[in-house]
């Protein structure tokens, strides 16, 4: 079992910067691959990032590649999303989720956090 939660959404203007952390609970953390969504009103969940269990390998999709940047402390149990130069299209609820290494789907994690709003005014 893990349990995630989510912090450090907020309200930022557009090209400013956020850090997203996900604390996870349980000692098998760092065998999991942990990933990053969102969901805006209205749209369904969308993959934004993911990293192996070392951290050595990450994902992300299009939209956000060069402005985001996922990372992990094993020994924390802490999975970031470091979140540049936002937009008001990256507004959205953000989950962390925990399942296998390299997947980009929401249905193939098996633990989800309760999320965290990030609001990018323009």
């Known amino acids: 079992q893990v349990q995630l939660v989510e912090s450090g959404g907020g309200l930022v203007q557009a090209g400013g910067s956020l850090r997203l952390s996900c604390a996870a609970s349980?000692?098998?953390?760092?065998?999991?691959?942990m990933g990053w969504f969102r969901q805006a009103p209205g749209k369904e969940r969308e993959f934004v990032a993911a990293?192996?269990?070392?951290?050595?390998?990450?994902y992300y999709v299009d939209s956000v590649q060069g402005r985001f940047t996922i990372s992990r402390d094993n020994a924390k149990n802490t999975v970031y999303l470091q979140m540049n130069s936002l937009k008001p299209e990256d507004t959205a609820t953000y989950y962390c989720?925990?399942?296998?290494?390299?997947?980009?789907?929401?249905?193939?994690?098996?633990?989800w956090g309760q999320g965290t709003q990030v609001t990018v005014s323009s």
């Open positions: 349980g000692r098998t953390f760092s065998s999991y691959g």
């Open positions: 989720a925990a399942g296998p290494e390299g997947v980009v789907t929401a249905e193939e994690y098996d633990y």
């Open positions: 990293i192996g269990w070392s951290g050595a390998r990450a």
